[in-house]
């Protein structure tokens, strides 16, 4: 899968009518790992601005559903066919909306803090963004599933990490192409969830 590099990938996104850059990771991560399924059921939290919700669409299928949640408000047109809230997911609303539609064959996030400049702290909100998406999946993931998380990679990483690869088959750190080199960023892939009975 080729695409332009840098930030050709921004206007290769608007040529082809995604929301952002952002999109070309999880083709990646898909095209690696087949982390969505025809037919499947997908969560994506933090959502906006709506890229990863159109691929995910895109792989799906019109049988599949596509499931967002982000503070901040996506373009419904943007997205068709995806079921879309805005709000926290852990507030009592989100926890109502994430339970109706699920459970869910995939669970994703590719939040980021906004950053600060400064790493540690950059990191340590990362870790916090990371951990929340991973309380979600435990709850709503169905045995199988997979799980991708973006992550700042620092302390309390390799904890999370360990925590994660008891509960896969198979966990995976990758770095897409289409991430900015300068970016501190890399994806936590779980793959084969295997709930605690």
Request: proline residues 5%; positive net charge; aromatic residues 10%.
């Amino acid at each position: 899968m080729a695409y332009e590099l840098d930030d050709g990938y921004r206007r290769q996104a608007r040529r082809e009518g995604y929301a952002a850059r952002a999109v070309y990771k999880l083709a990646e991560i898909h095209q690696r790992y087949r982390i969505l399924t025809r037919g499947g059921s997908v969560l994506d939290l933090g959502c906006a601005p709506g890229s990863w919700l159109q691929k995910a669409r895109e792989i799906v299928g019109p049988s599949g559903q596509v499931v967002g949640i982000d503070l901040v408000a996506v373009d419904a047109d943007a997205c068709p066919g995806a079921r879309l809230h805005q709000g926290d997911f852990f507030s009592d609303d989100g926890r109502t909306f994430l339970a109706t539609h699920g459970p869910y064959e995939a669970v994703l996030s590719d939040m980021a803090p906004k950053t600060s400049g400064i790493k540690s702290a950059d990191q340590a909100r990362s870790l916090e963004l990371c951990e929340g998406a991973w309380l979600v999946a435990q709850q709503h993931l169905k045995p199988g599933g997979s799980f991708v998380c973006k992550i700042f990679q620092g302390a309390g990483f390799p904890e999370l990490l360990k925590d994660v690869r008891r509960r896969f088959r198979k966990t995976h750190g990758f770095k897409p192409k289409s991430s900015r080199s300068a970016s501190m960023e890399t994806y936590i892939v779980g793959l084969g969830y295997q709930p605690e009975s």
